[in-house]
């Protein structure tokens, strides 16, 4: 175990050293960031001026040692726009990042999971199909349009919603929702599909004869013996949840980390983009660590050589 924890670990450092990597010299082709920020009529020579004291006129690789040396010790610079640290700008955003992100995962699990056993269970039958649908609609249905959909009935015509920002629990409602149809279409299949696969295996069949209850024999012993790719997908969506529900965030102007992002891209801030590439591949990186250390507490037959 300590062997594999170990190997997890370097393979973590090296997931966040290539991403950072990957970003920089990608940024870099996108243009010139000082342009930006210039009047239309500035001098070339004020241009060259704020290009010398920013840094950039050293070549790249100069650049990106500077960069990686900084980095280590998390520092990223000031961010080009609000002329604030970059990391302290992103340590903001997370807090409201994560209140949407776990409001809404909890609120997926809570549904599709049941749904998804009990749709297993009742398989080709009414409930099945309905599941079934529900769950195709949410992956399919775009979160833009839900999100605006939300906002006209249940904001502008009823009058029960605020539209946009963040506030007490009647802001996170919608955002939330909109978030969690499609996470939690997601969980529904794969939970139905791993549970109908566990339910063809002898043990079930031998759970039942000895008189078990439906209710045990599924949610103890199904459930459980399909929990892999359960976690796998939960993994997968809590990384993608904490780097920004970008779309949900800017329908609903959630000041979260997606949104800061995506901005920051449109105003070449390489040092915020950067930092938040890192917290996002961090975050990615020990998920998943998490995930995989997880897999021998539910299902004892996997061992870590």
């Not at 690789?61 to 970059?86: C, M």
């Not at 775009?142 to 605020?162: D, E, H, N, R, Y």
Request: net charge positive.
């Amino acid at each position: 175990m300590a062997r594999f924890l170990a190997r997890r670990l370097l393979e973590t450092l090296l997931v966040i050293y290539l991403a950072l990597t990957a970003v920089f010299f990608m940024l870099h082709l996108t243009g010139d960031p000082v342009l930006l920020f210039m009047p239309t009529d500035a001098l070339p020579q004020q241009i060259e001026q704020v290009r010398q004291e920013m840094g950039f006129n050293d070549p790249v690789i100069v650049q990106y040692g500077r960069f990686i040396g900084k980095a280590v010790s998390g520092d990223f610079g000031q961010s080009l726009r609000y002329q604030e640290p970059a990391m302290g700008l992103l340590l903001e955003r997370y807090p409201a990042t994560m209140e949407l992100a776990l409001s809404s995962l909890l609120l997926s699990l809570v549904i599709a999971i049941p749904a998804g056993v009990i749709a297993a269970a009742r398989r080709n039958g009414v409930y099945d199909g309905v599941a079934t649908v529900l769950s195709v609609a949410g992956q399919a249905i775009p979160g833009f349009w839900l999100g605006i959909v939300c906002i006209v009935f249940f904001s502008a015509k009823l009058g029960w919603l605020p539209t946009s920002g963040r506030g007490g629990l009647d802001h996170l409602i919608m955002p939330a929702a909109t978030l969690a149809a499609y996470t939690g279409a997601r969980f529904v299949r794969i939970t139905r599909s791993t549970v109908l696969d566990v339910l063809s295996q002898d043990y079930i069949r031998t759970a039942r004869a000895k008189g078990l209850a439906d209710n045990r024999v599924l949610f103890k012993h199904a459930l459980k013996n399909a929990a892999i790719p359960i976690l796998t997908l939960l993994g997968l969506q809590v990384g993608q949840l904490l780097g920004g529900a970008v779309v949900t965030e800017t329908v609903f102007a959630w000041p979260g980390v997606g949104r800061l992002i995506v901005q920051a891209l449109l105003n070449r801030d390489f040092p915020l983009v950067i930092a938040g590439v890192f917290t996002i591949a961090t975050f990615v990186a020990l998920i998943n660590l998490v995930v995989d250390i997880s897999y021998s507490a539910v299902n004892p037959q996997v061992r870590y050589a």
